[in-house]
């Protein structure tokens, strides 16, 4: 059995590291970070909720327990807090290839964490999931978080 009270330390850790990258938001552009952090986590709980409900995924050790059977620091709290940094500086008057890297780096960071979570701990275990649809659904949702982000503050096509 593995130790559940480094789990439970390195939940505190993720939240401490989310919560700071937030408030480390630049005034300027802190209504641009509310839009990104907001709209992510829409996409973010349809998916959580989906893998939990199929099977595919089970977080043994997680807060709110009774609430719900999904991880509420990483889909609510972290990966919406990525976003908001993955938003606010996407370069985007950069070549396609630098975008694509930019996406290809954000998505690693997130998915290379949580292979090792996965692994070593019991915040998370992957039943019918595997590491490469965590990669793939979160390049999925950067990329929509992304496209609504354009939207709704109107950046196509702008210099």
Not at 68 to 75: C, D, L, N, P, R
Request: glycine share 6%; hydrophobic share 45%.
């Amino acid at each position: 059995m593995r130790n559940v009270s480094i789990d439970y330390i390195i939940l505190m850790i993720v939240y401490a590291v989310s919560l700071i990258g937030l408030w480390l938001v630049p005034g300027e552009k802190k209504r641009r970070a509310q839009a990104a952090y907001l709209f992510f986590g829409m996409p973010m709980w349809i998916l959580g909720l989906t893998v939990v409900e199929a099977g595919w995924i089970e977080y043994p050790v997680r807060d709110f327990r009774v609430a719900s059977q999904t991880s509420f620091v990483f889909e609510y709290l972290a990966f919406p807090t990525v976003s908001v940094y993955f938003n606010l500086y996407y370069p985007q008057h950069r070549s396609r290839w630098i975008q694509c890297l930019y996406y290809t780096g954000f998505a690693s960071g997130l998915t290379l964490p949580e292979y090792f979570i996965e692994k070593y701990t019991q915040l998370i275990e992957y039943k019918g999931w595997a590491w490469y649809w965590s990669f793939i659904s979160i390049t999925l949702t950067l990329w929509l978080s992304r496209r609504f982000y354009e939207w709704f503050f109107r950046l196509k096509g702008k210099t």
